[in-house]
Antibody, heavy 120, light 107 residues
Framework: EVQLVESGGDLVQPGGSLRLSCAAS????????LNWVRQAPGKGLEWLSY????????YYADSVRGRFTISRDNAKNSLYLQMHSLRAEDTALYYC?????????????WGQGTVVTVSS | DIQMTQSPSSLSASVGDRVTITCRAS??????LNWYQQKPGKAPKVLIY???SLQSGVPSRFSGSGSGTDFTLTISSLQPEDSATYYC?????????FGQGTKVEIK
């Protein structure tokens, strides 16, 4: 089955760190660019970060640049998001999403999300 | 950064109605505009990519149009299962910004 499965979400104190993972299956992982998107409770979608197929190119939203790091391991079919200096406003459901070049770079495959709660 | 503005933020319509949602980009994005549907507790699902191409498996009552800065998502005959929040997103440049969403409710 073609799918993305996120994990690693947890309750963490402000200023803390967390590493999210996204495991891919059912498709050739190394051929796809990937993204992280989050959704705060009751809010809309916020794009966070992008990584190229090789991992050599990355981009970040202003809200997380310098605190979050995206990476991938093509040998393990996995995407990661390392998060540091977490704030209450980082509380959200975090999705990984695959970008499809043949569909105008639309996000054609999403995981189910993993919940990050930042609170003391 | 390119800003995406959707309107309306919410709407209520009856089964069978024609529903239109608009999305405006703060600068030209050619046809790099995608539409997503999100139901409560679920991940978003792409409906339309490249402004007007229907994603495989999506009912034909959904259609998209526009180019440049102004885009439209149309549901030709609203069905009960279309109750959801709809988001536009530009994939012209990074950051891949989303609109704020349009919540569609069934009367």
């Amino acid at each position: 089955e073609v799918q993305l499965v996120e994990s690693g979400g947890d309750l963490v104190q402000p200023g803390g760190s967390l590493r999210l993972s996204c495991a891919a299956s059912g498709f050739t992982f190394s051929r796809y660019e990937l993204n992280w998107v989050r959704q705060a409770p009751g809010k809309g979608l916020e794009w966070l970060s992008y990584i190229s197929t090789s991992g050599s190119n990355t981009y970040y939203a202003d809200s997380v640049r310098g605190r979050f790091t995206i990476s991938r391991d093509n040998a393990k079919n996995s995407l990661y998001l390392q998060m540091h200096s977490l704030r209450a406003e980082d509380t959200a459901l975090y999705y990984c999403a695959r970008e499809e070049k043949m569909a105008s770079d639309a996000f054609d495959l999403w995981g189910q999300g993993t919940v990050v709660t930042v609170s003391s | 950064d390119i800003q995406m503005t959707q309107s309306p933020s919410s709407l209520s319509a009856s089964v069978g109605d024609r529903v239109t949602i608009t999305c405006r980009a703060s600068q030209s994005i050619s046809s790099y505009l995608n539409w997503y549907q999100q139901k409560p507790g679920k991940a978003p699902k792409v409906l339309i990519y490249g402004a007007s191409s229907l994603q495989s498996g999506v009912p034909s009552r959904f259609s998209g149009s526009g180019s440049g800065t102004d885009f439209t998502l149309t549901i030709s005959s609203l069905q009960p299962e279309d109750s959801a929040t709809y988001y536009c997103q530009q994939s012209y440049s990074t950051p891949r910004t989303f609109g704020q969403g349009t919540k569609v409710e069934i009367k």
